[in-house]
RNA sequence: GGUGACGUGGGUGAGUGGCUGAAACCACCGGUUUGCUAAACCGACGUACUCUUAACGGGGUACCGCGGGUUCGAAUCCCGCCGUCACCGCCA
């Protein structure tokens, strides 16, 4: 949620930031609402402020004047403050009313982007920060896409998957298995080498702490709900781990913070079909290691570029090839200022998949948590970030399919102490 | 799931209708004293909204788990919800 006075000080700038994150031309009218509603809001605070203020003096009279005997005197008043609080009632709620209509316009309206933002409307206007500078690996004809050599070696299976649950659903087993859990283990530790507190997060959420990530209202489509209990299942850990610090005044020196958590994501997503969706490539549960930043406003980018660069860490030590895109203003999600999308280039299907997306939400999500550190005398909003480091299951399909042998797949080097072998056949 | 107790500021904890935005103590912060540390003493010490001020600041309103009610007036009384703790039942 942008912040009201943000919007009051630079309306300019934030009709031209929706216009590149493609918010709909005939939708802007909603900012002049928004601040024409706070006008409002304003003034019908102040108008009830006096109006209680009134009362609680006369209150205070009445009291006294029954202390000293004065019963008429106190009777006379008693209708004055009936009269007030008729009044008073009526401005609370339009009070109410004004400050639920003015929650639901900024719900509405995205985050702005940085001014690095690239205008598009769509993936291929997504600018490539940093190409992958050497050759994109070669497979021979007989080379094969992964949900084959998973067949092959045993590594996950879908149509179980679909027995036990539906489709979307992998099973892993085996050698497989451990390669997951051996991924998780590598994320997991090389984040808490960088100074990352690892949390284990619960997987369902309450809706407050979906709406204060931004997962509602507008997304809602995308989680399971579980409805008997009112829980959403987390589309990623970001949402729990972010929110461990809604409502929460921190003080400067607290900053930055910084946490991993590994968990399972769930997507409901509606999804599209055909070879794009096939094996891992998008599936409905997958586990995640998400690296998540609580900084100062003035730090926030720097610290962006230290996320790129642990994610790039990864891959480097996984001998993955990638690319880093830059979104543009379409293809951004609501919440996020400014963010990056690594991309795993998958040999067998020739395809980029994407592993990782490291975003600067800036104040968009702490206003809705108020999430805020002391500066000086007063508060102020922090800055948050998350990233994946990595997505596991798009990283498994693109390392059995890179790294294929005649006699199996090759783990890299740095999994091995973790999986315990080199080849999984 | 059942029964009982309880939910006050960063912490402990006082407060059963007006003098309580809230005692006291601890922690934190500033200062005095001090060779350093410690101790002692003094002071400041919530958040949000709003009005006012060039600014420092000052005024007002709301908030004692959350929501509603009674009352001229509610942390204090009433109702609902949520949560915590204890005991019982069940259980990985």
Redesign the pocket.
């Known amino acids: 949620m942008l912040e009201?006075?943000f919007i009051r000080a630079n309306k300019s700038r934030v009709l031209q930031g929706l216009k590149i994150k493609n918010f709909p031309q005939e939708g802007l009218q909603v900012i002049d609402d928004i601040l024409k509603l706070?006008d409002g809001?304003?003034?019908t605070?102040?108008n009830?402020?006096?109006l209680?203020?009134e009362?609680?003096?006369?209150?205070?009279s009445?009291?006294n004047l029954?202390?000293s005997g004065q019963k008429a005197e106190?009777e006379a008043?008693?209708e004055k403050?009936?009269a007030l609080?008729e009044e008073a009632a009526q401005l609370e709620e339009s009070l109410?009313d004004t400050k639920a209509q003015l929650e639901e316009l900024l719900l509405k309206v995205p985050n702005i982007p940085h001014e690095s933002v690239p205008p598009g409307t769509q993936p291929e206007d997504n600018e490539v920060y940093k190409a992958w500078e050497t050759t994109l690996p070669e497979l021979g004809p007989d080379a094969l896409p992964h949900w084959e050599l998973a067949q092959k070696y045993g590594v996950f299976d879908l149509e179980l998957g679909v027995k036990l649950t539906g489709s979307g659903f992998p099973v892993y087993r085996g050698k497989g298995a451990k390669l997951e859990r051996a991924l998780i283990s590598f994320f997991l530790d090389e984040a808490i080498k960088a100074g990352f507190e690892e949390v284990i997060p619960p997987l369902m959420v309450n809706e407050d702490t979906a709406r204060a990530t931004g997962q509602l209202p507008d997304k809602e489509g995308q989680m399971y709900f579980v409805e008997r209990d009112n829980l959403y299942l987390i589309p990623t850990a970001e949402v729990p781990v972010t929110n461990i610090y809604r409502d929460v005044?921190l003080d400067e020196s607290d900053l930055p913070i910084k946490m991993t958590g590994y968990t399972p994501c769930f997507r409901r997503e509606a999804g599209s079909y055909g070879a794009h969706v096939r094996g891992l490539n998008r599936v409905h549960q997958f586990d995640k290691v998400e690296i998540v930043v609580l900084d100062h406003p003035d730090k926030s980018y720097e610290t962006l570029q230290q996320m790129l660069a642990h994610v790039s860490g990864l891959l480097d030590k996984l001998e993955l090839p990638y690319r880093i895109l830059r979104l543009c203003g379409g293809d951004m999600s609501f919440t996020s200022a400014l963010t990056f999308d690594f991309e795993v280039f998958s040999a067998a299907q020739k395809r980029w998949l994407e592993v990782s997306s490291v975003s600067n939400f800036e104040t968009f999500q702490s206003n809705r948590m108020?999430l805020?550190y002391?500066d000086g005398?007063?508060?102020r909003l922090v800055h948050t970030l998350n990233g994946s480091a990595l997505a596991l299951a798009r990283i498994v399909a693109a390392l059995l399919e890179n790294n294929q042998t005649p006699e199996g797949i090759v783990i890299p080097k740095v999994l091995r102490t973790y999986t315990g072998f080199e080849l999984l056949n």
């Open positions: 009201l006075n706070d809001r304003k003034e605070q102040t009830l402020d006096s209680l203020a009362r609680n003096q006369l209150s205070k009445i009291g029954m202390k106190a008043m008693r403050v009936a609080k109410n005044i108020k805020r002391r005398k007063s508060t």
